[in-house]
């Protein structure tokens, strides 16, 4: 399990800051992402960094308002959130694995090994 925290209540247009721990290997070699879980919804890819290429990806939706970022002495990654919209509210989750995975795979659930339990971000309109 990851610890994650910083969810909240926020109004749209406001902003958010998730954390989620990790374990030092996966930090420094391994990729980490963010996915989210509306009600009634599929889980979805929102951003993921590869540590060892220093690579990040969004999805579309979230591109230019969602930035990644780590704190190596905390073996911590976040996710600022900004310019929230009620489309963003979710159940967020950290998810890690040992791999710097491929392109192609950063997407795809079934690539990370570890997840954690969820942090509920709500979006006011």
């Known amino acids: 399990q990851l610890p994650a925290f910083g969810g909240g209540f926020v109004q749209a247009g406001g902003f958010l800051r998730l954390s989620c721990a990790a374990s030092r290997h996966t930090f420094s070699s391994g990729t980490m992402g963010w996915f989210r879980q509306a009600p009634g919804k599929e889980r979805e890819f929102v951003a993921a960094?590869?540590?060892?290429?220093?690579?990040?990806y969004y999805a579309d939706s979230v591109k230019g308002r969602f930035t990644v970022s780590g704190d190596n002495a905390k073996n911590t990654v976040s996710l600022q959130m900004n310019s929230l919209k009620p489309e963003d509210a979710a159940v967020y989750y950290c998810?890690?694995?040992?791999?710097?995975?491929?392109?192609?795979?950063?997407?795809?659930?079934?690539?990370?090994?570890?997840w954690g339990q969820g942090t509920q971000v709500t979006v006011s309109s």
């Open positions: 960094k590869r540590w060892s290429f220093g690579t990040t």
């Open positions: 998810a890690a694995t040992s791999r710097a995975l491929i392109v192609s795979m950063i997407r795809r659930k079934d690539a990370y090994a570890y």
